[in-house]
């Protein structure tokens, strides 16, 4: 790290999110630059009057100019600060270990190491690197994280267009150490699942829903400890069923899983076998989700349980009025598919939706619907994906739990 950083100058007013320790600088703040700093090179960050705001890393073709790494003037960062940001973050995850060998290891902003992705599976690492400053230390980022996890490789899977806005090229491949197997077998509340790192959604897994995942396990056993039977489930955009496998471990009697990838619904089959549960409880199907709902419900099919995690509908705020009508679209066939006493289990992953206008979505297809219906629950990602309080925009996943009522 440079001795001397250049000075970044904001603008009269602009430094307000700083002193709440907001970590982004945006272009617009930007008064001056008393230099020519390179990509990912670290900057002072300074009010008008010279106050020193911040440490962070420039990114001259983000609309984000600069991340900060740190609101203490007396930090250095240099390696022994991102070891000690690294080995933090580990150690912080370790409640989860007894539970599970796939989990979020560095929640960028959250870990104040803005813009890494480090998902841990078994012994291998998958990173995700979206920012210049990441970028500029990422040999030196993978070398830690191995040296403290004591993991066997590094995977890295910067391949989403989120890299193109930092003006990065996109890029897939082993980073460090051992190249990992074609399938790494991960395990979470006591069921299996294998992961391609190399071609799967996100880094191979949605260790995200974890807690969802056992809230719809334990679901399915407290159904059949009332009812004497197991729960009928629906389970759409099922990727490679993750909550179908947790509804047959706890017991449901029959789980439709809906995916429009047949390469997913494969692995989701090798998964059901991997567990060894009976192949007459699953059934997996390759349709439109939209139009799949629409035919049960046409069709008067009725089930216990509606599980709706679709991929993220709306990337940007532009999109949001689109990803509202879809969210409403797929919220208002899931309710009519319930009988009275049955759950609906339905997400929302973009982060430009939030949680207040995710209720009124889903509200309002309560309304159109004519059921009856309480919310039970709210669900998101587990403790290893901790919402830093002065950054709101990294909660990003939202889950009610919808009871339709006789």
């Known amino acids: 790290m440079q001795q001397h950083p250049v000075e970044v100058v904001l603008a009269r007013g602009r430094e307000k999110s700083l002193v ?33 705001l911040a440490w962070a890393a420039w990114s001259p073709k983000s609309a984000i100019r600069a991340r900060c790494w740190s609101f203490d003037k007396e930090d250095q960062i240099n390696e022994a600060w991102f070891r000690a940001r690294i080995r933090e973050a580990v150690e912080a995850r370790a409640p989860l270990r007894p539970r599970t060998s796939a989990l979020r290891l ?45 993991c066997r490789g590094v995977f890295e899977r910067s391949d989403s267009a989120v890299r193109e806005r930092e003006g990065l090229p996109r ?4 980073l460090l150490g ?10 979470e509340d006591g069921v299996r699942y294998g992961v391609d790192v190399r071609i799967g959604h996100k880094t191979g897994f949605y260790v995200d829903q974890r807690d969802s995942r056992l809230a719809a396990q334990n679901l399915a056993r407290e159904f ?53 549960f009976p192949e007459e409880k699953l059934s997996w199907v390759e349709a439109d989700v939209f139009e799949f709902l629409r035919k049960e419900r046409n069709a008067g099919k009725t089930y216990d349980l509606v599980i709706l995690d679709p991929p993220k509908f709306a990337s940007t705020h532009y999109h949001v009025e689109r990803a509202a009508r879809a969210y409403k679209d797929i919220s208002l066939n899931g309710l009519k598919l319930l009988s009275p006493g049955g759950h609906l289990f339905t997400f929302s992953c973009s982060g430009a939706v939030d949680a207040e206008l995710f209720q009124k979505i889903v509200a309002g297809a309560v309304i159109d619907s004519g059921v009856n219906a309480w919310l039970v629950g709210r669900m998101g990602a587990g403790a290893d994906h901790p919402l830093l309080m002065t950054y709101p925009e990294g909660e990003y996943l939202k889950g009610l739990d919808i009871l339709v009522r006789p």
């Open 20 to 52: 709440k320790r907001h970590p982004w600088v945006y272009e617009s703040a930007v008064r001056s630059v008393n230099g020519t700093p390179r990509p990912g090179e670290l900057v002072r960050v300074v009010a008008h009057d010279s106050r020193f």
């Open 224 to 276: 059949r400890r009332t009812h004497g039977r197991g729960l009928r489930a629906l389970n759409c955009f099922c990727y490679t069923g993750g909550f179908s496998l947790a509804l047959a471990a706890g017991g449901a009697e029959s789980v439709v899983s809906v995916d429009s990838s047949g390469e997913a619904l494969a692995l989701a089959r090798e998964n059901a076998a991997r567990n060894g």
């Open 171 to 174: 890029r897939t491949g082993l």
């Open 178 to 187: 051992d190249e990992p197997p074609k399938e790494i077998e991960a395990t």
């Open 106 to 150: 560095v929640f960028g902003e959250a870990d104040r190491l803005p813009g890494l992705i480090v998902d841990q599976y078994g012994e291998y690492l998958v990173c995700e690197i979206l920012s210049a400053g990441i970028e500029a230390n990422r040999e030196m980022i993978a070398r830690i994280l191995l040296e403290e996890t004591g």
